[in-house]
Structures are given as structure tokens and as C-alpha cells.
């Protein structure tokens, strides 16, 4: 059985409970495995509880001096492993049972890319600061594997992914993209035109890291600007919702009316978000506006 490479990037966040699952579930794959976790730039109080994981066994953990991202970590992770399977997580999950690894184990027969998923807590948090990024998760990016294998052109997310060391070599990930976001969909729509198959499975982990509201909307816009960018540099990311609808706008010559009329509710959508009860279609326009905005800027410096 060939080896597994745990690649698990580290960011202000306790990870002890994390790999400490991952090290009591690695005899249930059969072959060897390495748990990979690297710190990128970290507060040292939160390098203080992580380095404990470094006496425990099958974990290599190492400390960058400064942050290099979130592409340059994953690749300088897939640098340093040395088996032909690498698991590529979030270090904001938990494995949704003892069965996480053993069930990845019995699909690498399927595909060169397997996909887990991902879930959130049934419940919306107490704290209100947090329930948009449980309803974004609930509602845009937890669903069975049946329903994703049917959304080809559905984002991919490398939160929970096992994928073939060779075939992400060959791609990596796209270290121009310094700030927040789409690093990961730029590889999945690299993978889809190449003709990899990305194979889905019900094996999702429990995303438990929400971020407060006004952190989720900043990432948000970082995310919406790599969009444009990469729309801009080789077209990708043509064919999302976001992208379609704003091109569309722009084509009809509607550009400048949405972002006019946007600014008059811009405030008032704004606290909604953030409020106790958020709606996900104040995100929409939100995230609606910047890219319009991003793409009159992009297109002002052509």
C-alpha cells in the first residue's frame, strides 16, 4: 500500500487535538504515513501549545520565521513529503470520526483526486458574530458527494482533499496569489481542462473554526479581487456566477447604474450582515459590487 503524506499548514491555531486524531487513526491506513505540519508565521502563544506535537510519533513539525501564503505553504509542504498520497487539510477541521483516514484509504483506486467535503454544526452558533460564516458554510459549501460529482463546475475547496503527490507537483498552486482566496478553484480548474478526474466522497470534516463576520467579509473581497485577477491574467473563472453576472452587467452597460444604486444601500447591507440574522443575498450584491469594482480597476490599468 503506498504511503500518505498528512500536509497540515499552520496559521494562529491550536492543532494539538487535530493531530492528535490524525496520529491515532494513522494505523488505519495500511502503509506508511507522515503527519507534515508547518507554522506560517504564527503568534508565538499559539507556537507555544503547537510545539508539543513535534515529540509525537510520525509528525514533522517546523516554524517559518514570516508568512509566506497560502499557495507557497501547501507547495512547500508537497516539497517535503515523501509519499505518493498527500492529504491536504485545513488546520480549522476536525475528522468527523475514527474512520477518516481508513475511508479515504479504500478510494484511491477511484480517481487521482479525491474529494471529502465539508460540514458545519447543525446549530448556528450562540455567538452572532459568527453566524455568516456558518450560513456561507451551510448553505454554499456543505453537500453530499452525490450532489457535488454532479456540479463539475462547483468550486474546489482544498480543505479536505487527498490527492495524487505527482499530479499536484505538476500544477501546484499559484504562489502570484499573496492574498485571500481562489488559489485552490485555479488548481481544480487546472485539474478539470487537463482531464483529471476529481472523484467525490462522503467523508467530510467538521470545519469548527468560524471567523467573525467583519474577518469573513475582508477575506471575502481579497477573494473576489484574486477572481478578477485571474480572470484578467488567463481568463479563468469565467464561467462562476459571480463573473458571469458581472460581465453581463458590464456588457449591457450596467456596470456604473448597479454600483450607484449599491452605494445608496451599501451601509445598510453592510450592518445587516454583520447583525445576528444575516441573509446570503446581501452577500451576493456585496460581493456583486466588488467585482465590478475590480473589474474597472483591472481594466483601467490595461
Known amino acids: 500500500m503506498p504511503g500518505l503524506s498528512v500536509l497540515l499548514p499552520i496559521y494562529n491555531r491550536d492543532v494539538t487535538q487535530l493531530v492528535q486524531a490524525l496520529v491515532q487513526q494513522a ?6 504515513v507522515e503527519i507534515l505540519c508547518l507554522d506560517d508565521g504564527s503568534e508565538e502563544s499559539t507556537r507555544r501549545l503547537n510545539r508539543v506535537v513535534a515529540t509525537w510519533p510520525k509528525v514533522h513539525y517546523l516554524e517559518l520565521p514570516h508568512n509566506i501564503g ?37 478510494a484511491i483506486s477511484e480517481a487521482a483526486v479525491i474529494v471529502g467535503g465539508t460540514v458545519y454544526t447543525e446549530r448556528a452558533p450562540a455567538n452572532p458574530e459568527l453566524r455568516l460564516r456558518w450560513l456561507y458554510g451551510q448553505r454554499r459549501e456543505a453537500s453530499p458527494a452525490a450532489q457535488r460529482q454532479q456540479q463539475p463546475r462547483a468550486p474546489f475547496i482544498l480543505k479536505n482533499v487527498l490527492m495524487q503527490a505527482e499530479v499536484f507537483r505538476q500544477f501546484r498552486l499559484d504562489e502570484t496569489l499573496t492574498h485571500y482566496g481562489h488559489e485552490d478553484s485555479k488548481l481544480g480548474w487546472q485539474l478539470r481542462e487537463a482531464g483529471i478526474t476529481i472523484h467525490h466522497i462522503d467523508n467530510p470534516a467538521l470545519h469548527d473554526g468560524l471567523e467573525p463576520a467583519s ?23 469565467r464561467d462562476t456566477g459571480l463573473l458571469r453576472a458581472a460581465l453581463m452587467l458590464r456588457r449591457m452597460g450596467l456596470g456604473q447604474v448597479y454600483r450607484a444604486g449599491f452605494l445608496l444601500m451599501s451601509k445598510r447591507i453592510q450592518r445587516a450582515l454583520l447583525s445576528a440574522a444575516p441573509k446570503l443575498w446581501h452577500l ?16 483601467r490599468k490595461k
Open 27 to 32: 494505523a488505519s491506513w495500511p502503509g506508511p
Open 70 to 106: 497560502r499557495s507557497a505553504i501547501r507547495n512547500r509542504l508537497a516539497a517535503a513529503a515523501r509519499y505518493p498520497w498527500l492529504l491536504l487539510l485545513d488546520n480549522n477541521i476536525s475528522p468527523p470520526d475514527k474512520q477518516f483516514l481508513a475511508r479515504y484509504a479504500t
Open 215 to 237: 474577518a469573513f467579509l475582508y477575506k471575502t473581497q481579497q477573494a473576489v479581487c484574486n477572481l478578477v485577477y485571474l480572470y484578467y491574467s488567463n481568463g479563468w473563472g
Open 284 to 299: 451576493d450584491a456585496l460581493k456583486l459590487y466588488w467585482a465590478l469594482q475590480e473589474l474597472r480597476r483591472q481594466q
